[in-house]
T-cell receptor, first 117, second 115 residues
């Protein structure tokens, strides 16, 4: 069975601080996909990144960066120089890469990030 | 371009009633998935439909059902509502039936309150 754990339920930082959101996953599959989504107060989930299990290269996109480590089953997300607009709930998710899985994502419990001015 | 649209945005029902939630995917998207998000938790997968066929079902009771129409829009039906069904119901669309070929696009959800 798949499982995603986000141990940090809530993080509060001051603007311009760097912040890392942790994500640990469990799966028996050798091929899988990992995701991060952002959920602002409006409710819709906004896709941030997808990573497959064979690509452990870290990725950077502007102020966002992701660190994927298969050895520790972690896929952490760092926001550099945080801004008030980054305040949201962030979800890490896992998907098996098999036909029967379809569009089934297993989400973690989320981390609420509050960035104060 | 319009994103994923869901209706109604908010609704209140009483225990035992039935509810129908509707979703229109992004134009050109053929797959629709439904997720339930209880307050303070992550979304949980309920169903996926692709080309009007069910492609995936999560661990939900038979009170939950869904269908997809020829125009790819979808309905989620919940019978015999329980207090625990109170949640934000999210619809997501994608072009393919395989999520890993592209990201899911989510709507803003339908918030259901069961009294």
């Amino acid at each position: 069975a798949q499982k995603v754990t986000q141990a940090q339920t809530e993080i509060s930082v001051v603007e311009k601080e760097d912040v890392t959101l942790d994500c640990v996953y469990e799966t028996r599959d050798t091929t899988y996909y990992l995701f991060w989504y952002k959920q602002p107060p409006s409710g819709e989930l906004v896709f941030l990144i997808r990573r497959n299990s064979f690509d452990e290269q870290n990725e950077i996109s502007g102020r966002y960066s992701w660190n994927f480590q298969k050895s520790t089953s972690s896929f952490n997300f760092t926001i550099t120089a945080s801004q008030v607009v980054d305040s949201a709930v962030y979800f890490c998710a896992l998907s098996e890469a098999n036909y029967n899985a379809g569009n089934m994502l297993t989400f973690g419990g989320g981390t609420r990030l509050m960035v104060k001015p | 371009d319009a994103g994923v649209t869901q209706s109604p945005t908010h609704l209140i029902k009483t225990r035992g009633q039935h509810v129908t939630l509707r979703c229109s995917p992004i134009s050109g998207h053929k797959s629709v998935s439904w997720y339930q998000q209880v307050l303070g938790q992550g979304p949980q997968f309920i169903f996926q439909y692709y080309e009007k066929e069910e492609r995936g079902r999560g661990n939900f009771p038979d009170r939950f059902s869904a269908r997809q129409f020829p125009n790819y829009s979808s309905e989620l039906n919940v019978n015999a509502l329980l207090l625990g069904d109170s949640a934000l119901y999210l619809c997501a669309s994608s072009f393919s039936d395989r999520e890993y070929t592209g990201e899911l696009f989510f709507g803003e959800g339908s918030r259901l309150t069961v009294l």
